[in-house]
């Protein structure tokens, strides 16, 4: 399956080529959110994470669905 991501701020890749903020994965069929955030070696826990599919905000245990689009926002807090 295939599924876009958008990783925004710090969770963007930089490559030689510039900064990366969108990928196209595949992804075994029936793969869950936390698995894709496993599969991308993300440094930041998923605890401070915003995690959203198709727009909508998600759970670590969603399971995927072939031309999803996932959006992992890093939390903002402030004081």
């Known amino acids: 399956m295939q599924v876009t991501?958008?990783?925004?701020?710090i969770l963007q890749r930089e490559t030689p080529d510039g900064t990366i903020g969108r990928l196209?994965?595949?992804l075994?069929?029936?793969?869950?959110?936390?698995?894709?955030i496993e599969h991308l070696e993300i440094?930041?826990?998923?605890?401070?994470?915003i995690l959203?599919?198709?727009?909508?905000?998600?759970e670590l245990d969603q399971v995927l669905k072939d031309g999803d689009t996932v959006n992992l926002m890093p939390a903002i807090s402030g004081g």
């Open 52 to 58: 959203a599919v198709n727009r909508r905000m998600a």
């Open 43 to 49: 440094p930041l826990s998923p605890d401070h994470m």
């Open 28 to 36: 075994p069929d029936e793969s869950t959110l936390a698995e894709l």
């Open 24 to 26: 196209e994965m595949s």
């Open 5 to 9: 991501v958008h990783l925004h701020t």
